[in-house]
């Protein structure tokens, strides 16, 4: 399960004359503030230090450089109060440091030693540090659609030192092997090293690659910055410098983290910040970099390899999964402080870089589903509860678009029977001769579902969805009684969504009688799911949980689904057919208050509305009452 982080956003300065970095807090749960930094020594010599094989000297630089960053800078009252207010609100605290002065680049951060705990910041499951380069690049989401797909090239040149890339290999296949398994993630390596196979893969137009996973050596050199070894043709050694390797890697937009496990990758001139080639990649759009500030031996690049994949599988965020690589390798080489070595650079709103239903995963479909009597009584309730709506509902009209090929409007060449007969379309026409889009208008939202199967339906408070929904939902309920095939219907309103569990996990809470068989009905597309109310969700981490709703869906992309929202509300979209609620037309309006107020009151009242802006001619009511401008009367909630 993902977890939510709060932002302690700290901007590290230029150098004033008496050498010291003015601070400032630019965002976090405690307010703003403003400080002064004091180094115990100059940068370079505080990245000479032998931290990496003394672990004493670890812990005495990180405690040096937490008292000198936060303790005496003068936004200690800032931090603290920021690390009680993710404790209050249940999250964890990302430390961002937005390094300005490249001086500061080569001072190992991701030492912060916490006296008053006792530990070092980064090996705490509550903090996660990382760092933030200011670029002319926008800030880019993280996020991608599964499967994860990963790129990995692990080189050991015959004229280098020798690598044991194949236990590398193993590592991380048997990190992702139950996403790897469920077609979660794909991983695919390289053959040859070079640098000719790497760019023919990252092509802009081949397929899709969301993690570069890097093995073999690397190093910096004043002359030349930051440089990877590949392979030539031969064999041998052919050093690839940082430009180049952006050059390749931006090519492909949808990367979005490389992870280079090669000495040295995060270090960079103490005069131009982007001399590096993790800072070089993030200045040419890739929104996050794992690299390494130091030399570390084998063992531990595959250990937070493997441990870094491991928490990607558990569902962590990269903040997160570095996170639990870094105590993974402390405990495992605890003679040593390697677990610091890595340093991520991060240019998204956060670290999420898929969303995985962790509990779903580790529910193992179970091959049994609920008894036929318990999956009747089940459905009796959901009829009776909803059954109301047999009454009172008055059928939607709604409008969507589809895309279709063809030259365009007003030649659309289309099927005859592509549209089903109670569809209305209007063709719009384009310039471009390959597509058009038609609107097609629907007389009743529920003949949409059969022909859609997976969409969201929008519309104005009032307008008429969550009766729509249960009217489904009761529909669903009947013919499921009397056909043990037909799948049950699963309503839930996520305007109770507030918590940090994943989209099964309450789903899973909210489905009654079948919920300990839910993941076998989610496989075999036993389930109509049935999600109200979208934008009801709490605004505080909305965002988080549409992409664990998104996750939940792409796990089962053939399961039947339907989904409300408020129009205006609708901007973190989901992958679903939009379908607008339309206005009620004369008809139906006369109709829906019939419904509930009997014939003779709801004609008398529809009259009388109808009167009141036109006394003399009632046929202007129309459409809506759109011709005098009268709202729609509104349908249910």
């Not at 807090?25 to 990496?52: E, K, R």
């Not at 589903?369 to 509902?393: P, V």
């Amino acid at each position: 399960m993902t977890t939510e982080y709060l932002d302690f956003e700290l901007q590290l300065g230029t150098a004033d004359k008496n050498g010291d970095y003015p601070l400032s807090v630019i965002q976090s749960p405690a307010g703003n503030a403003h400080g002064v930094l004091t180094l115990p020594a100059t940068p370079v010599a505080l990245a000479l230090q032998p931290w990496c094989t003394d672990p004493a000297a670890a812990k005495q630089i990180g405690k040096q450089l937490f008292d000198a960053l936060l303790t005496n800078s003068g936004v200690f009252g800032a931090y603290a109060g920021s690390q009680s207010a993710a404790i209050a609100r249940g999250k964890n605290l990302r430390i961002k440091l937005r390094i300005v002065d490249p001086a500061l680049a080569v001072v190992p951060w991701e030492l912060l030693f916490d006296a008053r705990l006792g530990e070092f910041l980064a090996l705490d499951h509550a903090t996660a540090i990382v760092r933030y380069a200011e670029v002319a690049q926008p800030v880019q989401p993280l996020t991608v659609t599964l499967p994860l797909r990963i790129l990995g090239m692990a080189v050991s040149p015959r004229n280098r030192p020798s690598l044991d890339v194949a236990a590398e290999k193993r590592a991380v296949q048997t990190a992702l092997k139950v996403l790897l398994d469920r077609g979660d993630v794909e991983l695919v390596w390289l053959d040859s090293g070079t640098k000719r196979e790497l760019r023919q893969a990252l092509q802009p137009n081949a397929k899709p690659w969301h993690v570069f996973h890097f093995v073999g050596h690397g190093g910096y050199d004043d002359g030349v910055g930051g440089y990877l070894i590949f392979a030539d043709k031969a064999g041998d050694a052919d050093l690839v410098t940082a430009d180049q390797l952006a050059r390749i890697v931006a090519a492909h937009d949808p990367m979005r983290l490389v992870l280079l496990n090669a000495c040295r990758g995060a270090t960079a001139d103490s005069r131009d910040l982007f001399s590096g080639i993790a800072t070089t990649l993030i200045r040419r759009g890739r929104p996050a970099v794992i690299a390494m500030q130091s030399a570390i031996p084998d063992t531990a690049g595959y250990e937070l390899a493997r441990s870094f994949y491991e928490g990607l599988a558990d569902g962590l965020s990269v903040e997160g999964a570095l996170t639990n690589a870094r105590i993974s390798e402390s405990i495992e080489h605890g003679e040593r402080a390697d677990w610091a070595a890595p340093v991520l650079y991060l240019r998204a709103p956060d670290g999420v870089l898929f969303a995985i239903d962790r509990d779903d995963k580790q529910a193992a479909p179970s091959s049994e589903f609920a008894s036929r009597s318990t999956e009747l009584a089940y459905l009796k309730k959901l009829f009776g509860d909803h059954a109301q709506w047999a009454r009172r509902y008055t059928p939607l009209p709604g409008v969507t678009e589809v895309e279709v090929a063809g030259p365009p409007h007003p030649h659309l060449d289309v099927p005859a029977d592509f549209f089903p007969p109670e569809f209305d379309i209007e063709i719009e026409g384009s310039n471009s001769r390959q597509r058009s889009v038609a609107q097609v208008a629907v007389t009743d939202l529920r003949d949409a579902v059969a022909t859609y199967r997976r969409l969201v339906i929008l519309g104005e408070p009032g307008s008429g969805k969550t009766t729509t929904l249960k009217m489904l939902c009761r529909d669903y309920a009947l013919a499921a009684q009397q056909d043990a095939a037909a799948p049950l219907p699963l309503l839930v309103s996520l305007g109770g969504y507030n918590g940090p569990e994943s989209a099964f996990q309450y789903v899973a809470a909210n489905a009654g009688d079948i919920s300990p068989y839910l993941p076998s009905y989610l496989q075999a597309g036993r389930v109509v799911l049935l999600l109200d109310a979208l934008n009801e969700m709490p605004r505080e981490g909305y965002g988080e949980r549409v992409r664990r709703v998104q996750a939940l869906l792409d796990r089962y992309p053939t399961l039947p689904v339907i989904v409300t929202c408020r129009a205006l509300d609708y901007v973190e979209a989901l992958k679903l057919q939009k379908l607008e609620v339309k206005p009620l037309d004369r008809d139906r309006q006369r109709t829906y208050l019939r419904h509930y107020l009997g014939e003779a009151d709801g004609d008398t009242l529809f009259w009388r509305l109808g009167a009141r802006h036109c006394p003399t001619d009632r046929s202007a009511v129309g459409a809506g009452g759109a011709r005098h401008g009268r709202q729609a009367l509104p349908v249910g909630r």
